[in-house]
T-cell receptor, first 112, second 114 residues
Framework: GDSVTQMEGPVTLSEEAFLTINCTYT??????LFWYVQYPGEGLQLLLK?????DKGSNKGFEATYRKETTSFHLEKGSVQVSDSAVYFC???????????FGSGTRLLVRP | GAGVSQSPSNKVTEKGKDVELRCDPI?????LYWYRQSLGQGLEFLIY????????KSGLPSDRFSAERTGGSVSTLTIQRTQQEDSAVYLC????????????FGPGTRLTVL
């Protein structure tokens, strides 16, 4: 079945450092890919998405490119802030499906 | 506009009691989803509604779990005879249409079964 694999955390960075959180997927067909973020004590918020190969999703300085050849959707940010500290979830949804399949989440801690 | 809301935000109950969790989707959204977030299982799909119908209940972990949706709007997830392994955060999401993109999530209900 469809699945998502994320790098394990926690990831600890200093402010202004470069961030990469790896995400790879297994799916039949052509899924849509998502990054959701969960700030402490809050629910899931959509960060960005991409619906077809080579699409780049971007929001709040975060970017991720849908790479079909490597089945990856890595999240990047050039300069992280303390306020980016949160848990990040990679997810996919199959083209004919309504279920979101989530990775296990990666906790990011940014220190001043 | 208003997002997805859930109530209560926290619920503590004793083993064996029944609980009801409520979800108010974004106005006009036809599809509604329930997910569960637990330490051991991560984020897992439970059930989805298209209108008031639930075509897929396959994610419900046992027959103690049930859900309904009325008026194409509010949904209630009911857990009967709660067990400690039911402790989790229950998340509700809604989307405009079932197969199209974005699901918007509520803040969740944290359930603790003592």
């Amino acid at each position: 079945g469809d699945s998502v694999t994320q790098m394990e955390g926690p990831v600890t960075l200093s402010e202004e450092a470069f961030l990469t959180i790896n995400c790879t997927y297994t799916a039949t067909g052509y899924p849509s890919l998502f990054w959701y973020v969960q700030y402490p004590g809050e629910g899931l918020q959509l960060l960005l998405k991409a619906t077809k190969a080579d699409d780049k999703g971007s929001n709040k300085g975060f970017e991720a490119t849908y790479r079909k050849e490597t089945t990856s959707f890595h999240l990047e940010k050039g300069s992280v802030q303390v306020s980016d500290s949160a848990v990040y979830f990679c997810a996919l949804k199959g083209g004919s499906s309504y279920k979101l399949i989530f990775g296990s989440g990666t906790r990011l801690l940014v220190r001043p | 506009g208003a997002g997805v809301s859930q109530s209560p935000s926290n619920k503590v109950t004793e083993k064996g009691k029944d609980v009801e969790l409520r979800c108010d989707p974004i106005s006009g959204h036809t599809a509604l989803y329930w997910y569960r977030q637990s330490l051991g299982q991560g984020l897992e799909f439970l059930i989805y509604f298209q209108g008031n119908s639930a075509p897929d209940k396959s994610g419900l972990p046992s027959d103690r779990f049930s859900a309904e949706r009325t008026g194409g709007s509010v949904s209630t997830l009911t857990i009967q005879r709660t067990q400690q392994e039911d402790s989790a955060v229950y998340l509700c999401a809604s989307s405009l249409f079932t197969y199209t993109d974005t699901q918007y999530f509520g803040p969740g209900t944290r359930l603790t079964v003592l």
